[in-house]
Every structure is written in C-alpha cells, then in structure tokens.
Nanobody
Framework: QVQLVESGGGLVQPGGSLLLSCAASGSIFSPNSMGWYRQAPGKQRELVAEITSGGHTNYVDSVKGRFTISRDNAKKMVYLQMNSLKPEDTALYYC?????????????WGQGTQVTVSS
C-alpha cells in the first residue's frame, strides 16, 4: 500500500520561501508522476507542479519562475521549493503519485500541508 506524507508547510511572509517535502512508502513502479496540488478555500484543487519518473517537469503558469519541483527516486521523495511567495499561494498543498501499471492508472494522495502567506 502506497502512503504519502507531506511536511514543510507553515506561515510565511510575502516574498518568503518554503520547502515542501513528500515522503512516499510502499511499492512504486515506473512510469509514474509525482506532483503537488493545492486547494484554497472555495476553490477547486489545482495542479501546481509535477515531475515524471524520467525527470520531465510541468508547472502551472502562476508559479513558473518561483517554484521548483524535484525528486529523489532512491529516497522516494519529492520536493517543492517555493520562493517569492504571494498571498494567493495560500492553500492546502497535497502530494500526489500517479502510476501506470499495466495500462491502469492508480492515484495516491497525502493528507496535505497548509501553506499560509501573510504579513
């Protein structure tokens, strides 16, 4: 059974930085994609950034140039370095793992970590 545990959220002032981490446990098969989603109050969950097992990355336009996603496959970790944070980045951030096993897509989610950007 795959489990994902996020850490690193908190309260930060505008312009500040945070590093989110996600630790995965269980059997992880390639190809896969690991990513970060966020959900602000009253809004739908949106993809923030994703990285494939091959290292390809994708970002939502609003975070390009500010956020960087990375992963350590040996440690089963994925990270999100967030710089130049803005109040509109405030949300609950979720770690996601999507695996393609024999043509079937499996999705796993963490419990989320709160990021609040406020002065």
């Amino acid at each position: 059974q795959v489990q994902l545990v996020e850490s690193g959220g908190g309260l930060v002032q505008p312009g500040g930085s945070l590093l989110l981490s996600c630790a995965a446990s269980g059997s992880i098969f390639s190809p896969n994609s690991m990513g970060w989603y966020r959900q602000a109050p009253g809004k739908q969950r949106e993809l923030v950034a994703e990285i494939t097992s091959g290292g390809h990355t994708n970002y939502v336009d609003s975070v390009k140039g500010r956020f960087t996603i990375s992963r350590d496959n040996a440690k089963k970790m994925v990270y999100l370095q967030m710089n130049s944070l803005k109040p509109e980045d405030t949300a609950l951030y979720y770690c996601n793992l999507e695996m393609n096993i024999g043509g079937h897509i499996y999705n796993y989610w963490g419990q989320g970590t709160q990021v609040t950007v406020s002065s």
